[in-house]
């Protein structure tokens, strides 16, 4: 089994990528946001473990994450955003791992995650891929897919880890400039990575 990490800012393109790679290459795609979605459901560990640190007000009436609450605390907060670092990179990285070892028949697992790096999941990658865009792209994708204004997503791209850095990191680094083919392309320049 290869296993080949994505990684990059908010609106980079990450999704694209693992598309492509789960359509031409039957990738098995490990979404860490989805999976911390999943995770941070009523009734979870990982929820109480959040609702322990930043206190009941972060749930409402039914019991369920108030997300944009909780995104607003991180933004203002370098410590506070440590400790959800913290509990994610318990709950949501031991749950990718099981992940990745129930897929060990498979071929090709990619892990499609923001902080690959950050949470240590690159260690287990045998290839980096990171992707990147320009800021003003980022920002437009994240305000469109997330319906957020372009002050947040200003905010949100501030504390990610810095694209040099990713660059610096990462075996590969695709520009997404939103043109499909071209990605194919860059692509295909790491088949040997892939198959």
Do not use: H
């Not at 099981?98 to 090709?108: D, F």
């Amino acid at each position: 089994m290869k296993i080949i990490g994505v990684t990059g800012k908010s609106g980079a393109g990450k999704t694209t990528i693992c598309k492509i790679l789960k359509e031409k290459y039957n990738a098995n795609i490990i979404d860490a946001d989805e999976i911390a979605r999943d995770l941070s459901k009523k009734g979870n560990k990982y929820l109480q473990a959040i609702a322990n640190c930043f206190g009941e007000d972060i749930l409402n009436a039914s019991g369920e994450l108030q997300r944009k609450k909780l995104a607003n605390i991180i933004y203002e907060s370098e410590e506070k955003r440590n400790d959800l670092n913290n509990i994610t990179f318990i709950y949501v990285v031991e749950e990718m791992k099981e992940k990745i070892s129930g897929l060990k028949n498979e071929k090709l697992v990619v892990i499609d995650a923001p902080l690959l790096f950050e949470s240590g999941l690159d260690k287990m990658c045998d290839f980096v891929i990171g992707v990147t865009a320009s800021k003003a792209q980022k920002i437009e994708r994240i305000c469109k897919r997330d319906n957020i204004t372009e002050e947040i997503a200003q905010k949100r791209l501030e504390i990610q880890m810095e694209e040099d850095e990713i660059r610096k990191r990462a075996d590969y680094v695709i520009e997404n400039e939103n043109d499909l083919q071209i990605l194919e392309k860059e692509i295909e320049k790491i088949e040997d990575k892939l198959i």
